[in-house]
């Protein structure tokens, strides 16, 4: 593994159903095996 490699993941969220819709975003460690479900 690389040292200090990162990637970024954003999440789209909603607090409810009238609610706007808003971004978050996680930095976490790259792995070679991620995927979107191991990431998250």
Do not use: C
Request: glycine content about 8%.
């Amino acid at each position: 593994m690389a040292e200090g490699r990162t990637i970024e993941l954003r999440v789209k969220r909603q607090d409810g159903p009238g609610a706007p819709p808003y971004w978050q975003s996680f930095t976490i460690p790259w792995k070679p095996q991620h995927n979107v479900i191991s990431a998250l």
